[in-house]
């Protein structure tokens, strides 16, 4: 496996550091930081919260969760299965990878009675999984970052990869990842690699975001999202962002169009709490147009009680909506079933099939 690496940040903006943390910058416009105790009393005793989910009995029916057959033979140049949350494989021809691996039952650094619960199982194993060439991490909020699930990634994969954010590489070693098997960049920072006789370039993409894992760490790591640009296709991971919406059309004028994006659509109401640090549907849609996607399937929705108001449909429902209002193709930007996996030249059927969800929080 060889590697060639750079750091053309071409007009990417860069993070702020004061050489102990991180920030967004102040291009950054909706950055108004991370809300605190008052807004967080509001948010949660306040505001009209419409997130109650139903029994085991209705979510298997409405959120149904398939087996993913990753021994089917691959014919596409692309394909991508959605796992829950953040977390989706991708296969890009010869190459498999992982966004954000989270199996836990909870997005806690305790998982008994505390932190935001998985009500979704995952779809699969990890020791059901295929072999993998490496992962991406976008940050290091609990529901994105689970040392369970990378740690037995790393027992089961030796020569897999990781790419993560500057501060994260340390907290790898810590939990017994190879120094040498994780790279670690800035915003516009780009590595080439050649997988088994297949390159792929990875690129850190800015995010509007934040981290944070324990009390005093706030900022101390930095956020991003991912995009991996192979021989022939194309692929972006939005990770979590709230709209910088300049960055957005930097990376669709240096780096797209891309074949494939994973998107988040989930955990986004109330706006006022929200807005800085989750996009709604409709900006994920915007997302989808300036990065010139040809399609983009939905992320960070319906699979951990994240603490949002929304209800647990709306996000697909709304993102039906949206598509159409933009004058898209339904096929451009769709949901998938736990375990689904798109396949390039492939439609799904699951974004017609969606439930709709009877209340409707704001976006």
Same mark, same amino acid.
């Given at each position: 496996?060889?590697?060639?690496?750079?750091? &053309? #940040?071409?007009?990417?903006?860069?993070? %702020?550091?004061? =050489?102990? #943390?991180? =920030?967004?910058?102040?291009?950054?416009?909706?950055?108004?930081?991370?809300?605190?105790?008052?807004?967080?009393?509001?948010?949660?005793?306040?505001?009209?919260?419409?997130?109650?989910?139903?029994?085991?009995?209705?979510?298997?029916?409405?959120?149904?969760?398939?087996?993913? &057959?990753?021994?089917?033979?691959?014919?596409?140049?692309? +394909?991508?299965?959605?796992?829950?949350?953040?977390?989706?494989?991708?296969?890009?021809?010869?190459?498999?990878?992982?966004? &954000?691996?989270?199996?836990?039952?909870?997005?806690?650094?305790?998982?008994?009675?505390? !932190? @935001?619960?998985?009500?979704?199982?995952?779809?699969?194993?990890?020791?059901?999984?295929?072999?993998?060439?490496? =992962?991406?991490?976008? *940050?290091? *909020?609990? &529901?994105?970052?689970?040392?369970?699930?990378?740690?037995?990634?790393?027992?089961?994969? @030796?020569?897999?990869?990781?790419?993560?954010?500057?501060?994260?590489?340390?907290?790898?070693?810590?939990?017994?990842?190879?120094?040498?098997?994780?790279?670690?960049?800035?915003? =516009?920072? *780009?590595?080439?690699?050649?997988?088994?006789?297949?390159?792929?370039?990875?690129?850190?993409?800015?995010?509007?975001?934040?981290?944070?894992?324990?009390?005093?760490? #706030?900022?101390?790591?930095?956020?991003?999202?991912?995009?991996?640009?192979?021989?022939?296709?194309?692929?972006?991971?939005? !990770?979590?962002?709230?709209?910088?919406? %300049?960055?957005?059309?930097?990376?669709?004028?240096?780096?797209?169009?891309?074949?494939?994006?994973?998107?988040?659509?989930?955990?986004?109401?109330?706006?006022?709490?929200?807005?800085?640090?989750?996009?709604?549907?409709?900006?994920?849609?915007?997302?989808?147009?300036?990065?010139? +996607?040809?399609?983009?399937?939905?992320? *960070?929705?319906?699979?951990?009680?994240?603490?949002?108001?929304?209800?647990?449909?709306?996000?697909?429902?709304?993102?039906?909506?949206?598509?159409?209002? +933009?004058?898209?193709?339904? +096929?451009?930007?769709?949901?998938?079933?736990? !375990?689904?996996?798109?396949?390039?030249?492939?439609?799904?059927?699951?974004?017609?099939?969606?439930?709709?969800?009877?209340?409707?929080?704001?976006?």
């Amino acid at each position: 496996m060889s590697e060639s690496s750079g750091s &053309d #940040r071409w007009e990417f903006e860069e993070p %702020r550091f004061d =050489g102990s #943390r991180f =920030g967004n910058p102040a291009s950054f416009t909706d950055w108004t930081g991370v809300p605190g105790p008052i807004a967080l009393f509001k948010w949660k005793f306040v505001e009209k919260d419409d997130s109650k989910l139903p029994s085991d009995e209705v979510l298997d029916e409405t959120l149904p969760v398939q087996r993913p &057959d990753f021994n089917r033979k691959q014919s596409s140049k692309l +394909a991508l299965t959605w796992l829950g949350h953040a977390t989706v494989l991708v296969q890009m021809g010869a190459i498999n990878f992982i966004t &954000d691996p989270v199996w836990s039952p909870r997005a806690s650094p305790i998982q008994v009675a505390f !932190g @935001p619960r998985r009500y979704r199982p995952p779809p699969i194993e990890l020791e059901q999984l295929p072999e993998l060439d490496f =992962g991406v991490i976008s *940050h290091n *909020h609990y &529901d994105h970052l689970d040392a369970k699930s990378v740690r037995r990634l790393s027992e089961l994969f @030796p020569r897999m990869l990781w790419f993560v954010p500057l501060g994260v590489k340390l907290w790898m070693m810590n939990n017994g990842i190879p120094a040498a098997n994780v790279h670690e960049m800035n915003w =516009g920072d *780009h590595q080439k690699f050649d997988f088994n006789g297949t390159q792929a370039e990875i690129w850190c993409i800015p995010a509007q975001h934040w981290s944070q894992r324990g009390i005093l760490d #706030r900022f101390k790591t930095l956020w991003s999202g991912w995009a991996v640009v192979g021989e022939e296709r194309k692929f972006y991971f939005a !990770g979590d962002t709230g709209y910088c919406e %300049r960055e957005f059309d930097v990376l669709g004028k240096k780096l797209g169009p891309f074949d494939l994006a994973a998107i988040p659509i989930g955990c986004y109401a109330p706006r006022w709490f929200m807005k800085p640090q989750h996009i709604n549907v409709t900006e994920a849609v915007k997302i989808h147009q300036k990065i010139c +996607a040809k399609k983009s399937i939905a992320i *960070h929705w319906g699979t951990y009680e994240m603490g949002s108001n929304e209800a647990y449909l709306e996000p697909p429902r709304l993102l039906k909506e949206e598509v159409q209002r +933009a004058g898209l193709k339904a +096929a451009d930007f769709t949901s998938l079933s736990h !375990g689904e996996t798109w396949r390039e030249g492939e439609e799904t059927s699951s974004d017609s099939s969606q439930p709709e969800s009877s209340s409707r929080s704001e976006n």
